[in-house]
């Protein structure tokens, strides 16, 4: 499976991706960006008399949030160029095409922060953008509408919003010369500047709100016979229970957050390790089993299943920032 394929499932992935904040004390909180809730914008002028407006449908991101010192947060973001959309099907096909984004050939956006720091009105978050191959310094403002709070389904969120303006030509998307001809004086066919408005949320999702059949009855086996026994039935193909004969990674993602919301961590520990033994190429899998190691403490097993996670997925938002927190303890 490509890597632009294993990104797409892990993006309609993300709302099965919980984040329960036990564990070691002194690790930042987990927040994944809820991208049904939020918004990767563009507006382009055209001809000099109106704006293109677009925005991007599919991508994935991970804020490492320090609550009591911002400046230390951090944040991974990656988007499908495949995605943009600027409602109209032909302009949106030859955005697409090597005149522009090129998307077969750069499929994918990217932002790594280096440093948060506090401005006058907000704060500003420095890092790395890569745009159509380009990789450039960037400073994008921002300021934090609401600080985490709890939404009506319990699920911590928290939302920013930023603008900023780059140069196309900067990264090299240039278009026909057609494109860049000036009409007028000051009248460009598209101009040059590209102006993106970005409203993010973002959250740490409530497990108690999860509805999951098949989870929730393999919890029930759980408590019936104990851990070892249910994942060794699961592992032979013959169970007790026919709920949990044939379970996607949703459902033993659903068990293990839901056993370790309770404090259950060793049991969580076991039904991951059974997941990934049955089922090794799943990243959201991979995922949890090594954010529950770190935070447990486990820093030399997080660190490898999180190098193995980026393996697997080079465009994980989830193992690029743990990986980033754990080097630095």
């Known amino acids: 499976m490509s890597h632009r394929f294993r990104f797409v499932a892990l993006v309609f992935a993300a709302p099965a991706i919980s984040h329960a904040q036990v564990g070691r004390a002194g690790l930042p909180q987990h927040f994944e960006i809820d991208a049904a809730h939020s918004m990767m914008g563009f507006s382009v002028r055209f001809m000099g008399l109106s704006n293109v407006r677009g925005a991007f449908g599919t991508y994935a991101g991970t804020i490492m949030y320090e609550p009591s010192a911002p400046e230390r947060s951090s944040v991974s973001v990656v988007i499908l160029t495949k995605s943009l959309s600027t409602n109209s099907t032909s302009r949106d096909q030859h955005l697409r095409s090597p005149d522009f984004f090129d998307v077969e050939r750069y499929p994918t956006i990217a932002f790594r922060s280096s440093v948060v720091h506090q401005a006058d009105s907000g704060y500003v978050v420095d890092g790395d953008f890569t745009l159509h191959g380009v990789t450039k310094h960037l400073a994008i403002p921002f300021v934090m509408l609401n600080p985490p709070v709890s939404d009506a389904w319990g699920n911590q969120r928290m939302t920013f919003q930023g603008n900023l303006r780059i140069s196309r ?145 080079s465009t994980s938002t989830i193992a690029a920032e743990w990986l980033r927190v754990l080097q630095r303890k």
């Open 169 to 313: 030509k900067d990264y090299g998307i240039l278009g026909t010369a057609f494109w860049n001809s000036e009409f007028d004086p000051g009248r460009m066919a598209v101009s040059d500047d590209v102006d993106i408005e970005l409203l993010v949320s973002a959250t740490v999702p409530n497990v108690d709100k999860w509805m999951d059949p098949a989870g929730d009855s393999l919890i029930k086996e759980i408590n019936r016979q104990g851990v070892s026994a249910t994942m060794a039935q699961l592992k032979a193909g013959r169970t007790s229970n026919p709920n949990i004969d044939s379970i996607g990674p949703f459902a033993y993602v659903v068990a293990a957050e839901k056993l370790a919301k309770a404090g259950r961590l060793t049991d969580a520990a076991g039904v991951y390790a059974t997941a990934v033994e049955l089922k090794p190429h799943s990243a959201m899998l991979l995922a949890r089993e090594a954010t529950l190691f770190a935070r447990q403490g486990d820093r030399a097993r997080a660190l490898g299943i999180f190098e193995q996670l980026r393996q697997l997925d």
